[in-house]
């Protein structure tokens, strides 16, 4: 494979040379000249050096012009006024002065990303193109710089010959060609392409992505500094027009045409535009209109520009391309790779904890009133394997956030290997020895695996900011990248792209990553979810082998394997510590069992009778399977919903309710099942049109619109309801009868309400919908005790008049409520029955939904 690229990438090197050589001639063939020729390759070098920040960095920069135009007004006022007759100088100095500009503007707005950090280079372009324009005593304004002359005599090379000058600029094209491809196949330019494809997993390894994206301006400034003053050597002048965002712009385009994903891409999108613009001005002086055109086209249709386009014909006509994704093959070979208990758990033999390794004290966090980690406080043993659990809403993942520092601290203070590592940020934490995985999958999914855990194992390294060590050549890089590989079980896919690779095999991937970085410390989010039971064992035998060898503080909503494998368990309520210590005696804890399955006081709380149920079901989801990219969330998910009841959905945190609902209203459609409303069909349907059908959801976290005031948020959903064609039931006058509170509280503005306030407002919201099926998730989590007992009211009295679909971590407080019950867990039913058979078995309660 690698004999065949190598190959491939010869064969394009060639392919170009024999093109330059021959292109002035065949352009002086097509009635142009050889002075187009050397604009095709100034654009070439200029869309090149572009790409380096749009292709391997991900950075949209809307000033590039800039650095085009200090090039060239550089190289032509030095020539002009200190070295007439001369080309090496004054093209170094236009090429330093670019890259001055460079690392100024760079260190600027690097302090910005996304749409800010193009909004700051577009801005910066334009105020160099003012003070341009303006500055008439030394850049000569609107009319530019003249005077400006090749030397005649150049290595004994006459460069008034635009031929000859033609194959100089070749010759520098080609020296930018090799020394930009080098650059991006060293390490430094593997990273850049780590950090395109996911910053925070780039941090999170070890590096600092601002340094390494405001490098990255530099050399791009500097290699489209050194274009710009051949640019003026090839008109004879410097003009302003270079330094406007429209020139940037085109310098956009011309990347994305010819392909940002590709090396070569750019240099063909640039001689694409010059000759666009050399054809069709001879025709029209509006042929930027077409050019725009063919911009769009390729934005819309081919974003990968035309050499994806030659890519996707070359792979059709070989039959190479397969669809889906790469079976999971690796998982038995990860557990093969690495020693695995013999009896399967934590009762097998090891040797004793360490000493202390890790602690926080108070840690705190606040997310405006709401306290999502409240003076947490552990202590963790070198070699330990310290689970962290907790219901829906606990401060689990928060709590990691704070300790990596991905989120700030209100308070609190984090020591590892009795540092304090408080005030660190998430790169310098990781290279002091504490890697961390995810909630939500993340490794560089348009890398190999390989180059994944590469890019990682290059982090603890000296190479790591290498600009010119070709990684393929790093031995030692490699050796422990393959080591990595097998000890994951992931050598079979060495070469697939991640992005690829089966959910399992992604996940175990991220583990690899963690492991590469030579950690004393793992810190493990969730990395069993969304996998299928045999998965799960085998990945929890693969971190229960590697406690001992390293500390791992792990998060995960599985408790068998939690239990199975843990030295320690904490676990958090509210974002409190409630309970710590052994499996067997978190699982004994009545506060653990109560956090879990609930413990409200029910006596003084008297249910509404359950209705008569109708013969016809309003709802019916048959055997629905739904995924989030790859994760298989729902498995064949069954239930069914009559007229006038109020169902539970029950579950342990992670099992997959909140995607049942998303599933049911179309956020989250299921890829394969059934979901029937009312007799109709709506599996397939938008989640606009299934609203419009009568299903209202009361979303987890309220999603109230901050801006507007109760009476603005219900009156929004009324004018829905009206447009529905529903009949209108719930008036907001209705609304305050129900919620008096709500009333009272009209004017106010969402952003400026209670926890409670908020929860009444998202049920009524819903309500205004006026629909058949009301669906609730999680309406008690975070409330006060006296709140939550008004709300419970609140619903009970609403059973008389709609049908409802509750979710929620409370399990005495739904079944109180329920006629009937659904239990998931894993995302398959697990329970299907009345809701006063669980109140009444509480060894059943707890079988379901305890610890």
């Known amino acids: 494979m690698r004999r065949w690229l190598l190959f491939q990438s010869g064969a394009a090197n060639l392919a170009l040379l024999v093109v330059l050589l021959v292109l002035p001639y065949a352009l002086e063939n097509l009635k142009s000249t050889a002075l187009m020729a050397s604009q095709i390759l100034i654009f070439a070098v200029i869309s090149l050096a572009y790409n380096i920040l749009l292709g391997y960095t991900g950075l949209l920069s809307f000033g590039h012009g800039m650095f085009l135009g200090m090039g060239m007004y550089g190289a032509t006022l030095v020539h002009i006024h200190l070295l007439k007759g001369q080309l090496v100088l004054p093209v170094l100095v236009g090429t330093a002065l670019a890259a001055l500009t460079g690392a100024v503007v760079g260190f600027l707005v690097m302090r910005r990303r996304g749409v800010y950090f193009a909004l700051l280079t577009l801005a910066f372009t334009q105020l160099f193109f003012t003070i341009c324009y303006r500055w008439t005593d030394v850049t000569g304004g609107e009319n530019g710089l003249s005077g400006l002359k090749r030397p005649d005599s150049f290595l004994g090379l006459d460069l008034r010959s635009d031929y000859t000058f033609y194959y100089v600029c070749m010759v520098a094209l080609l020296a930018c060609i090799l020394l930009i491809r080098r650059m991006l196949d060293a390490p430094f330019g593997r990273v850049l ?4 494809d996911n910053e925070v997993r780039a941090a999170s390894v070890g590096y600092n992505p601002r340094r390494y994206r405001h490098v990255a301006v ?17 008109n004879y002048f410097a003009y302003p027009e270079v330094f406007h965002s429209a020139f940037s712009g085109t310098i956009v385009a011309m990347t994305i045409v010819g392909g940002m994903r590709h090396f070569f891409g750019p240099i063909v999108g640039g001689a694409v535009y010059v000759f666009f613009q050399d054809l069709l001005s001879s025709y029209t002086k509006h042929w930027m209109i077409y050019f725009g055109l063919m911009f769009m086209a390729f934005i819309l249709f081919s974003p990968n520009g035309i050499l994806g386009i030659l890519e996707g014909l070359r792979d059709r006509l070989r039959n190479n391309r397969r669809s889906g994704t790469v079976k999971d093959v690796a ?5 093969a790779a690495v020693p695995v208990e013999d009896n399967g758990g934590r009762n097998a033999a090891r040797a004793p904890l360490g000493e202390e390794i890790f602690r926080t004290e108070g840690v705190t966090k606040r997310f405006g009133a709401l306290v999502a980690v409240d003076g947490v406080t552990i202590s963790v043993r070198k070699g330990e394997l310290r689970s962290v659990i907790g219901p829906n809403g606990a401060g689990k993942t928060t709590l990691f956030n704070t300790l990596t520092g991905n989120l700030a601290k209100d308070g609190g203070r984090v020591y590892f290997k009795g540092a304090d590592i408080s005030d660190l940020e998430p790169y310098q934490i990781a290279n002091r020895g504490i890697a961390r995985s995810f909630q939500i999958l993340s490794i560089f999914k348009d890398l190999t695996v390989f180059e994944n855990l590469r890019v990682a194992v290059q982090a603890k390294t000296p190479y790591r900011f290498s600009f010119l060590a070709a990684t393929d050549e790093l031995m030692t890089v490699n050796r422990e990248a393959e080591r990595i590989l097998h000890q994951v079980g992931l050598m079979a896919l060495r070469d697939q792209t991640a992005v690829n690779i089966s959910h399992g095999d992604q996940r175990l991937l991220e583990i690899g990553i963690t492991l590469a970085m030579q950690p004393e410390l793992l810190m493990l989010d969730e990395p069993l979810a969304g996998l299928a039971a045999k998965e799960r064992v085998k990945i929890a ?21 939690i239990l199975n494998i843990s030295d320690r368990i904490t676990v958090l309520h509210q974002g409190k510590v409630i309970a710590e210590g052994s499996p067997d005696e978190i699982k004994a804890n009545p506060l653990v069992q109560e956090a879990y399955i609930g413990g409200f006081d029910r006596k003084h709380l008297v249910s509404s009778p359950a209705r008569r149920r109708a013969e016809t079901p309003l709802l019916e989801v048959d055997r629905i399977n739904t995924f989030y ?11 069914t919903i009559y007229p006038g009841e109020l169902v539970c959905f029950l579950g342990r945190n992670g099992a997959g309710k909140t995607t049942t609902l998303h599933s049911i209203i179309g956020l989250t459609p299921p890829l394969h099942g059934e979901i029937r409303f009312a007799g109709a069909q709506i599996a397939r349907l938008q989640a606009e049109h299934i609203s419009r059908r009568g299903i209202m959801l009361v979303p987890q976290g309220r999603r109230i619109f901050p801006n507007l005031t109760v009476q603005e948020n219900l009156q929004i959903a009324l004018m829905q309801a009206g447009r529905n064609g529903h009949a209108v039931e719930w008036t907001p006058d209705r609304i305050y009868q129900l919620l008096p509170t709500l009333g009272q509280l009209r004017h106010r503005r969402g952003e400026q309400m209670s926890g409670g306030e908020l929860q009444m407002l998202a049920i009524g919201r819903a309500l205004m919908g006026n629909g058949k099926l009301l669906m609730l998730d999680e309406p008690f989590e975070g409330l006060a005790p006296a709140i939550v007992e008004g709300l419970w009211k609140v619903i009970n009295d609403l059973k008389n008049e709609i049908t409802m679909l509750l979710v929620e971590q409370n399990a005495d407080l739904a079944l109180a409520l329920g006629d009937r019950a659904y239990v998931i867990n894993n995302g398959k039913i697990e329970y299907e029955g009345a809701a006063r058979a669980l109140i009444d078995n509480h060894e059943l309660r707890v079988k379901l939904l305890g610890v």
């Open 331 to 335: 998982l038995a070979a990860a557990v």
């Open 218 to 234: 530099i050399i791009s400034g500097t290699f489209v500094g050194f274009a710009g003053a051949l640019f003026a050597y090839v």
């Open 193 to 196: 392409q780590a950090i395109r």
């Open 629 to 639: 990219g790859k994760s298989h969330i729902l498995h064949d998910v069954s239930l």
């Open 541 to 561: 035998d693969l971190i229960r082998a590697l406690a001992g060898k390293h500390t791992v503080i792990l998060i995960d909503h599985d408790i068998d394997q």
